[in-house]
């Protein structure tokens, strides 16, 4: 293991003092806390405003760390060996090791190793899982740079580490791998690379199983995340885009969009999912921040990554 430059050092050291470090991984960046501290985790729910009953991922740097805190199967085995690191998060049988707090009562635990080469030298610098949900106010957009996690939680980090621009720029994929693989929230990893992986079909669940699956008191409370602080409306397939002042426009390719609209983002002129997915959460800040009154988005294709997007797309209109 290479040593730890001064700046990881200094962050493994609050993490083990019981602070909150923003993190930066491949999908978005983290709010990262000692996953075995109570104390520590409670202060990430405070620090995002986030209610208890959303449980967190943990975050390791290897398997070998992962069955410290989950009991895998014969399936979370093999997705942690050929999908880790990367952006898949496991929903695993608990072990005891986890505190309460992290899984919000539920008998599963989250977990993921991210493919970061920070977050990794994080993680084993401090000798600790990490509970880190991303690094953005409860129901707002994600963070994808670390500007982004020190607009809105500054005051809540000792340190936020830079690693630049994230280069999925959408969440992980969450999988409950047992008794049938199923996606509870679509994301860097596609369903076609699982389903490739796995050699069986791999089920996306629908908003009230993905509730039901987590028992949430209230379902569809949810529905809005990932939102700007602008309304946000998605155009329908085959509609024209509205046209108005103060309109911003968040476009999958740049097709059809109203003459001398000036408030325009552009996901992938070339149609390239991965290049929208890396851009969405900057688009959006950015036209959130135009001065417009509101904003109208596009679907993608909703293959791939575009299962993703879409999912996040929805959510920001309130769709669930
Ligand atoms: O890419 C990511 O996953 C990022 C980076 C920081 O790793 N993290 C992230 O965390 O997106 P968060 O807290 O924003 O989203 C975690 C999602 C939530 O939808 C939560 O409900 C789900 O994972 N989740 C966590 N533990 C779960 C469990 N035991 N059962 C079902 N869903 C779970
Ligand atoms: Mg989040």
Redesign the pocket.
Known sequence: MPEPTLEIAAAAAALRAGRLVG?P?E????LAANALDVRAVLAIFAAKGRPSF????V?VADAAQAWTVARPSARARRLAQQCWPG?L?L?LPRLPTIPDVV?SG?E???V?C?DHPLALALIRAAGLPLA????NRFGRI?PTTAAHVREQLADAVAVVLDGGPCRIGI??T?L?PDPAPII??P??LTREALEAILGEPVAVADRMARDA??AMPAPGLLASHYAPVIPLTLKGAGQAWPEGDGLAYLSWRGHGLPAGATRVEILSQRGDLTEAAAGLFAAMRRLDASGARAMVAESVPDVALGLGINDRLRRAAGLG
Do not use: C, K, N, Q
Request: charged share 10%.
């Open positions: 993190m991984t999908t978005v960046y983290g959303d449980p967190l991922i975050h952006p998060t929903v899984t539920l599963t635990v989250g993921r991210p880190a949900p991303s690094a994600s969440e992980s969450v409950l509870l929230r994301g860097g699956s987590l």
